[in-house]
């Protein structure tokens, strides 16, 4: 099983700043299976990125995602009030399925 | 605009069922693998397993003795049964779509979700 490693766990920015999310997999993730998800209390996950660096659809070109193998990153160029919420990490290039922990981004 | 809905009872007791309902509206079921997965502040987001619409399952090892998820494209649901609950099975309940064209897959479209509590 692929265990993702999400950093930090918490960030405290402001609005406009810019947010790098880091998650990493204990072992290569095959073909960048690795999907980027947003949410906010009470509600479901929502797919941001997936394929490491493609937008979902309605996705705005603030959220960028990058990386390979072990490595991968989430960045949020100029964060909006709307932003603050938690992100997590999933890999599906291999079974489980598997999550990262989250990272919490606050104001 | 495909939309899932969860339905099930919110509390089963200790060593009983577990069981779910996810419908699908707004679009077709066939086609595409649908998953579910639970969400719980001891362990996260886990997925449970998947199906697709021809029938064809696939569960997390970790949890394949004890589920059973199940289609019924007629009626445009996907069925969760969780056999001998403990309270470590306590948590939200989603169901989603698969995304993309691989072996596996990221998810789209996910339900509202549903609490479930084990405790007797």
């Known amino acids: 099983e692929i265990v993702l490693t999400q950093s930090p766990g918490t960030v405290s920015l402001s609005p406009g700043e810019r947010a790098t999310l880091s998650c990493r997999a204990s072992?290569?993730?095959?073909?960048?299976?690795l999907a980027w998800y947003q949410q906010k209390p009470g509600q479901a996950p929502r797919l941001l990125i997936y394929?490491?660096?493609n937008r979902a659809t309605g996705i705005p070109d603030r959220f960028s995602g990058s990386g390979s193998g072990t490595d991968f990153t989430l960045t949020i160029s100029r964060l909006e009030p709307g932003d603050f919420a938690v992100y997590y990490c999933?890999?599906?290039?291999?079974?489980?399925?598997?999550f990262g922990g989250g990272t919490k981004v606050e104001i | 605009q495909v939309q899932l809905q969860e339905s099930g009872p919110g509390l089963v007791k200790p060593s009983d069922t577990l069981s779910l309902t996810c419908s699908v509206s707004g679009g077709s079921i066939s086609g595409y693998y649908w998953s579910w997965l639970r969400q719980s502040a001891g362990k996260g987001l886990e997925w449970i397993g998947r199906i697709y619409s021809s029938g064809y399952t696939h569960y997390n090892l970790s949890l394949k003795s004890r589920v059973t998820i199940a289609i019924e494209t007629s009626k445009n649901q996907i069925s969760l049964t969780l056999n001998s609950v403990t309270a470590a099975d306590t948590a939200v309940y989603y169901c989603a779509r698969g995304y993309g064209a691989g072996s596996y897959n990221s998810f789209d479209i996910w339900g509202q979700g549903t609490m479930v509590s084990v405790s007797s």
């Open positions: 999933q890999q599906y290039g291999s079974s489980p399925l598997t």
């Open positions: 394929g490491a660096s």
């Open positions: 072992q290569s993730v095959f073909r960048s299976c």
